[in-house]
Structures are given as structure tokens and as C-alpha cells.
Nanobody, 121 residues
Framework: QVQLVESGGGSVQAGGSLRLSCAAY????????MGWFRQAPGKEREGVATIDIVGKTTYAGSVKGRFTISRDNAKNTLYLQMNSLKPEDTAMYYC???????????????WGQGTQVTVSS
């Protein structure tokens, strides 16, 4: 069955970097758009970045220029490189699959379990 497994979270000081990974199982990974999302305590979940099947990316304004989403279709893995981290980036980070194979529907049907990122000042 479809499964998404995140890793790479941790605790860093402001200005530091982390790289999140999301391993995908149980489907043709290269045929689906993917996204990273985050949710901080007491806040709604927000989109961070998305990537389509040809590698075109979009970013939330708050992370543009600091975060980079990428995908390795040979490894069935999604990445989020996070640089210049700020305390406001502290959240649980999730990867998700867009249900519509081949393009975006912006309906995300499968989610990972999340990986915690904590940035201290």
C-alpha cells in the first residue's frame, strides 16, 4: 500500500540547516506531484513547497530563498533542504502526495507521519 516516511528532523539553532527526506512506497512515485507541509502548535497546517512530475517547484513566501524542494525519482524520495532556519520555522513537517497522477489537483491523499523541526534562537 501507499506509504510515506519522513526523516531528518531535529533541533538546530537559528541560522542552521536541516535536510528532510520523505521515502515513498507502494506506488509509481515519479507520476505524482508531491508537497511539504508544516504545522506549529496552535496553528493551522500550511503548505511549504510543492514539486510537480517534471521538477517544477513552488514555495510559500515565508520560505522562498531559504528552502529547496527536490525529488529523486530513482530513489523514490522527496527532499526539503532548509537553510537559514528561523525560530518561526519550528513545526511538525509532513510530506504528502497529490491524488491526481500527472498533475496538480491540490487534494493530498496520502500523508507521512511527520518529522519535528525545532529551531532555537
Amino acid at each position: 500500500q501507499v506509504q510515506l516516511v519522513e526523516s531528518g528532523g531535529g533541533s538546530v539553532q537559528a541560522g542552521g540547516s536541516l535536510r528532510l527526506s520523505c521515502a515513498a512506497y507502494g506506488y509509481t512515485y515519479s507520476s505524482y506531484c508531491m508537497g511539504w507541509f508544516r504545522q506549529a502548535p496552535g496553528k493551522e497546517r500550511e503548505g511549504v513547497a510543492t514539486i510537480d512530475i517534471v521538477g517544477k517547484t513552488t514555495y510559500a513566501g515565508s520560505v522562498k530563498g531559504r528552502f529547496t524542494i527536490s525529488r529523486d525519482n530513482a530513489k523514490n524520495t522527496l527532499y526539503l533542504q532548509m537553510n537559514s532556519l528561523k525560530p518561526e520555522d519550528t513545526a511538525m513537517y509532513y510530506c504528502a502526495r497529490d491524488w491526481y497522477g500527472g498533475g496538480y489537483s491540490y487534494n493530498w491523499d496520502y500523508w507521512g507521519q511527520g518529522t519535528q523541526v525545532t529551531v532555537s534562537s
